[in-house]
């Protein structure tokens, strides 16, 4: 039997996490999204990775009424990573409001995503809706502006 050898740095690699609809989520999908660029090597994403993860992760614990995936996507040097959850409604874009405590995600995901987006599901012939909202960070080691 050959000894097994981790994936090379630039090779593409996809990671899925299922979570019920439970305010422990966010936190384990932050975790296992650690662990994962740590282990290949993408340490540099890291924070701004996280952040953005749990501001998609904690509106799907807060409005949809089911299951949530997130999904880690690697093409060199692009990292993407995806929500997806129960709810179709897409959330609103607004100017964030000093006084409210909410509302800034997309603003955040403007801000740091190199580049975002997202796509609703209608309902599909199996019983499926729901949405996906997704971002990219482009490694900084690889000279992407």
């Known amino acids: 039997m050959s000894p ?8 593409p690699w996809e990671y899925e996490l299922r979570f ?19 282990a290949h090597g993408l340490g540099e994403l890291v924070d701004c990775a ?9 509106n799907s614990v807060r409005y ?8 880690l996507k690697w093409l060199h040097p692009v990292l993407r990573v995806s929500v997806w959850d129960t709810s179709p ?7 964030p409001d000093a006084e409210r405590d ?10 740091l995503a190199d580049r ?9 012939p199996f ?3 729901g949405k996906t909202v997704w971002f990219e960070l482009w490694w900084p080691g690889a000279g992407v502006a």
């Open 50 to 58: 996280e952040l953005l993860t749990s501001e998609l992760t904690t």
């Open 116 to 124: 975002w987006g997202g796509l609703a599901i209608g309902e599909e």
């Open 127 to 129: 019983g499926m809706a």
């Open 4 to 11: 097994l050898t981790p994936i090379p740095f630039a090779a």
């Open 89 to 95: 409604a897409f959330p609103v874009h607004a100017v």
């Open 64 to 71: 949809a009424y089911g299951f949530a995936t997130v999904r």
């Open 20 to 38: 019920p609809r439970d305010p422990r989520g966010p936190g384990i999908a932050r975790a296992t999204l650690r662990a994962v660029l740590a």
């Open 102 to 111: 909410g509302g800034r995600g997309l603003h955040i995901l403007d801000l």
